[in-house]
């Protein structure tokens, strides 16, 4: 499948290694309307193809992706200007089960860069929200000023979301909480039937742990399992983990599914 | 000197904060009897690190921030105590002295509980104390996964 030309129109920085681009088709041609949690393989010419999640939509076909540079590809990535030329085909994998919110309280957790595919999950939960159940947000970073997006938070707030932030490290000023999102799991005030997680993997399995604790059910725990990807196609085999092809089986999966293949072999 | 006014909102504070609601009746009047309200302004210290550990607060509202102080570096604050949480297990382990230093972020109002005769009751109670006991050790093992989770960096750069 080759990629599809698409035109960088907005790039915002944010933080110190990560960019929001928003791109549109730059021809005829464009990827499917991505549903929240889905990701598109990003392409840039001479350099690599990498699989980068959709945290934006919006007309004319824009999405945007939010990318940390860690590597050659993301770098060129992040270093693409406003009028450059990127390559995308997808969208890709699972996507985050809204409905599954639906009459119930869901708690949507979200870690360093895994607020980026939860976003769309975030609007899409806020907007359909016509009854007395919840969606509470907990965003985790290491420092205030690593909070992704933090210009939408009273948006959400003020569509009825309970958004609450912690970070590792912050001195007086700082508003939000200073610890983990693990230990504000214990409150009361953020417990739910039903949960989305993205972040570092190991916050990820802490996370679902603190869940399980307050007695939500594994297979109401969803996570996004962002391991190395190749294809995007389920052919290549790069992301498999135990029976399932992450790409494809993936990256949004219930707990009960990989919590057995989580086990990491000791050195 | 406590009004029966303030007994009774002791008492209700005590039956509804997650540390002490589900205690039995007679040890949530117990506690209620050696406690009293506190507030503190915003920027106000809660507990001085070395002081006698002289009260457990149950926090009902407003922020606080754990902090370690030390000359010639800036104070590092290291967790904020939220409503519902409480402040301190120094009271609970001689030499009785306060390990960090806790200041309020907002007006903090607490439900102070006198650890001198909170030791005592634990100790001629130990149904009380059992029950006391075992509640702050699902704090200090909260605290402490909390604190080992941050010292892994997750959010760091992947090694
Ligand atoms: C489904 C999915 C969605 C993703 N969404 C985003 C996103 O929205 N934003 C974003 O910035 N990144 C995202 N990633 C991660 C991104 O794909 C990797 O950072 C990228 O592949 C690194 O490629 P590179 O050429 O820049 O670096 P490389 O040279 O390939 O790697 C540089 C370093 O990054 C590590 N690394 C590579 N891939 C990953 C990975 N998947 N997870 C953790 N560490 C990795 C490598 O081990 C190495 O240490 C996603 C990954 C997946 C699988």
Known sequence: MAPVPYRVVTRVVDGSDVVTIGLVPAGADAVGVPAPGQFLMVWVNGVGEIPISVSGIGADGLVELTVRRVGMTSEAIVG???GDVLGARGPYGTAWPIEEADGRDIVVVAGGLGVAPLRLAIEA???RRRDPHRVHVVIGARRPDQLLYADTYERWRAAGAQVVTTVDAADRDWTGAVGTATELLGRHDLRGDVAFVCGPELMMVWTARALLR???AADRIHVSLERNMHCGIAHCGRCQLGPLLLCRDGAVVSWDRVAPLMAVPGR | M?????RDRIEQALATHPFSAGLAEAHLRRLASIAHEESYPAGAWILRSDAPADRFHLVTAGRAAVEVLAAGREPTLIATVHPGQVIGWSWATPPYRVHFDVVALDPVATVAVDATELRAACD???ELG??????????LAARLESTRHQLVDVYGPAR
Do not use: I, K, P, Q
């Not at chain 2, 406590?2 to 303030?6: G, K, P, S, Y």
């Not at chain 2, 059992?130 to 704090?139: C, D, I, K, Q």
């Open chain 1, 214 to 216: 307050t007695g939500m």
């Open chain 2, 130 to 139: 059992f029950h006391v006991m075992r509640r702050l050790a699902a704090v």
């Open chain 2, 2 to 6: 406590t009004t029966d006014a303030t």
């Open chain 1, 125 to 127: 939960l806020v907007a």
């Open chain 1, 80 to 82: 693409s200007e406003v």
């Open chain 2, 124 to 126: 001629d109670d130990h």
